[in-house]
C-alpha cells in the first residue's frame, strides 16, 4: 500500500549540528593508508632515536645505506603483526580498549621479533637500547592511535552519505554496517567512517526509522547539496536505477563532484564480505575469473605452494600419527582416519580424510546432523584434536592430491549443499574455487551450525572468490597462526 508523502516541513531532517560539514572527509581506505602511514613513520622514528641514543649511529652516506636494512625489517614486522591482529580494522581502530591489547600486543611481537633477528637488525650493545626502543614505540603508537580514535574516528571526519533506495527496519546490509561500525547511541557508524544523515526514496516509511526518509529522488541532487553530502550509497535495483528520470538525477550528483557507489562496495570495503542480498542478483558472479597471464600465473603459484605446504604437512602428519593413535587406543577406541564425502571444486564429491574426532558410527542412529559445540558424540580426545585443528592433518593428503587446496571455501557434505542451495541459491558459487584447509570464512568468523551462520560464512566466500589473489591467500594463512597457537579450533 502506498504511503502519501510527507510534505517538507513534516519530513524528519538531521539536527542541525548534523548540517555541519567536516573539513576533511575520510574514505575507509585514506584511513587504513593514515594509520599505516603514521605507525611506519613513529616506529621507524622509534628505532633511530633509540640507536642514536644508545646504540651508536654513524651519519656518513655508506653507513646509512647499510642500516636501510634495519628499517625495512622493522616494517615487514610491523606490517605482519598489524595483519595477524587485526590493527587496520577500523571499528578496532576506533575502540580505546581494543587500541590497548591489539597495539599493545603488536608493539611487544614485534620489537621482540626485531631484536632477535641477527644482521637485518642493530647490533644490541647495550641492554636499555631494547627497552628504550620498546618504550618510545609503545608510547609513540599508543599516543597516536588514542588520537586517531578520540579525534579523526569522529563525526567531524566521518564521510557524510546519502542512502538512495528505500529503506526497511530490519534491513541486514545498514544494520551489518552498524555492526561493523562498533555501533554507540551517540555514533552509530563510529568506526565506519560514514555519517549516514538519511535515505531518498519514492515512498516515505509508514513510521520513522533509525535512518530519517528525506523525500523522493527527484529531490536528490538537492538535498545532496544543501547536506553537504560527500557520498550516495545506492541501494536501488539495477533495473530501478537505470529508469531515466533516476539516471538523469544520479548522473547531476555526478556532475556536482558527490561520489555514487553502490551499497555492496561499501559493504564489502567495511565488513571483508559479499552481501547474499546483492549476490542473488549481481552479475559479477556470473563471470568467470579473468583468463589473463596474471590470474594463470597466480593459479601455478598457488597450485605450486599447495604442494610444497602440502608434502611438509604429511612430514608432520607422520609424526603425529603415534601419539594420535596411543591416545585413541587408550581413550577412544576406533579407527584412527575418518573418511567423509565433501563438495569440492566444479560440484564433484571427493573422500576429506581426518583424524577420527568422534564416536565410530556416530551418525548410524541420526544420519547427517550439524556438529554443535557441546555435542556428545566428540570424544575426549576428538575435543583436544578439534582445539589444536590437529584433526585436519591428514587433509594434506587432499591436497597433494588436488582435490583441495591450502586455502579457500571449506568443502560442505553433500547432504547439506542441497538444501543450503534451495535457501541460498547462489551457494553454488563456492564450487568455483577449489576447497581449502583454511579461508577467509574460518579466520573470520566462529563455528556455523546453522543457516544464519552458513549465511555470514557464504558471504566471507564470495568476498575471497571474488578477490582471491596470492596476496590474500598469504594473509589468511598468517591470520590462521593465531586460531592454532590460541587452540580456538573447533
Not at 649511529?57 to 591482529?85: E, H, M, N, Q, R
Not at 559493504?267 to 590470474?295: C, E, G, K
Not at 594434506?396 to 583441495?404: A, D, I, K, Q, S
Request: with cysteine.
Amino acid at each position: 500500500m502506498s504511503v502519501t508523502p510527507l510534505s517538507a516541513r513534516e519530513r524528519p531532517r538531521p539536527s542541525p549540528s548534523e548540517l555541519i560539514g567536516p573539513r576533511v572527509a575520510l574514505s575507509p581506505d585514506e584511513r587504513r593508508l593514515i594509520l599505516g602511514l603514521a605507525d611506519l613513520l613513529i616506529l621507524n622514528a622509534a628505532l633511530l632515536a633509540a640507536t642514536v641514543i644508545w646504540n651508536g649511529f654513524d651519519p656518513t652516506p655508506a653507513a646509512l645505506l647499510g642500516y636501510a636494512k634495519w628499517f625495512i625489517t622493522l616494517t615487514v614486522y610491523w606490517l605482519i603483526a598489524g595483519s595477524v591482529l587485526d590493527l587496520y580494522d577500523l571499528a578496532r581502530a576506533a575502540s580505546g580498549s581494543a587500541i590497548a591489547l591489539n597495539a599493545g600486543l603488536a608493539i611487544g611481537l614485534t620489537v621482540a621479533a626485531y631484536v632477535t633477528t641477527p644482521w637485518l637488525t642493530p647490533p644490541v650493545l647495550a641492554r636499555s637500547y631494547v627497552f628504550g626502543f620498546a618504550a618510545m614505540s609503545l608510547a609513540g603508537v599508543l599516543g597516536w592511535r588514542l588520537f586517531y580514535a578520540r579525534v579523526l574516528a569522529q563525526v567531524g571526519f566521518h564521510r557524510r552519505a546519502l542512502l538512495l533506495g528505500a529503506w526497511h527496519g530490519d534491513d541486514v546490509l545498514v544494520e551489518d554496517l552498524r555492526a561493523a561500525g562498533a555501533a554507540s547511541r551517540s555514533n552509530p557508524y563510529r568506526g565506519t567512517g560514514y555519517q549516514i544523515v538519511g535515505y531518498v526514496a519514492s515512498e516515505a516509511p509508514a513510521a520513522a526509522g533509525p535512518v530519517p526518509w528525506l523525500g523522493p529522488p527527484e529531490e536528490l541532487a538537492c538535498l545532496a547539496r544543501g547536506l553537504a553530502v560527500d557520498e550516495i550509497i545506492v541501494t536501488q535495483e539495477l533495473p530501478r536505477l537505470l529508469e531515466p528520470a533516476l539516471y538523469e538525477v544520479v548522473l547531476d550528483c555526478q556532475e556536482l563532484g558527490i561520489r555514487v557507489t553502490p551499497l555492496s562496495e561499501v559493504y564489502q570495503r567495511l565488513t571483508a564480505r559479499f552481501p547474499v542480498q546483492y549476490a542473488q542478483r549481481d552479475p559479477a558472479l556470473l563471470f568467470s575469473a579473468d583468463d589473463r597471464p596474471a590470474w594463470r600465473l597466480y593459479v601455478a603459484l598457488k597450485r605450486l605452494m599447495d604442494l610444497a605446504v602440502s608434502l611438509i604437512g604429511l612430514a608432520v602428519t607422520g609424526l603425529t600419527i603415534p601419539f594420535v593413535a596411543l591416545a585413541n587406543a587408550l581413550w577412544a577406541p576406533g579407527p584412527l582416519f575418518y573418511r567423509q564425502e565433501r563438495v569440492g571444486l566444479g560440484g564433484r564429491p571427493f573422500p576429506l580424510l581426518k583424524f577420527r574426532s568422534m564416536a565410530p558410527d556416530a551418525e548410524a542412529a541420526t544420519g547427517a546432523v550439524w556438529s554443535s559445540d557441546q555435542d556428545d558424540r566428540i570424544t575426549p580426545v576428538g575435543h583436544w584434536l578439534r582445539r589444536t585443528r590437529l584433526d585436519e592433518l591428514p587433509q594434506f593428503v587432499n591436497v597433494l592430491r588436488g582435490e583441495m587446496s591450502l586455502v579457500g571455501p571449506r568443502p560442505e557434505r553433500p547432504e547439506f549443499v542441497g538444501e543450503l542451495a534451495r535457501q541460498l541459491p547462489i551457494y553454488r558459487v563456492r564450487h568455483v574455487a577449489r576447497p581449502g584447509i583454511t579461508g577467509w570464512a574460518q579466520i573470520r568468523y566462529r563455528y556455523g551450525n546453522s543457516v544464519e551462520d552458513t549465511r555470514v560464512k557464504l558471504e566471507y566466500d564470495l568476498y575471497y572468490i571474488l578477490r582471491r589473489n596470492l596476496y590474500l591467500d598469504l594473509l589468511i594463512a598468517v591470520k590462521t597462526l593465531p586460531v592454532l597457537l590460541g587452540f580456538r579450533g573447533k
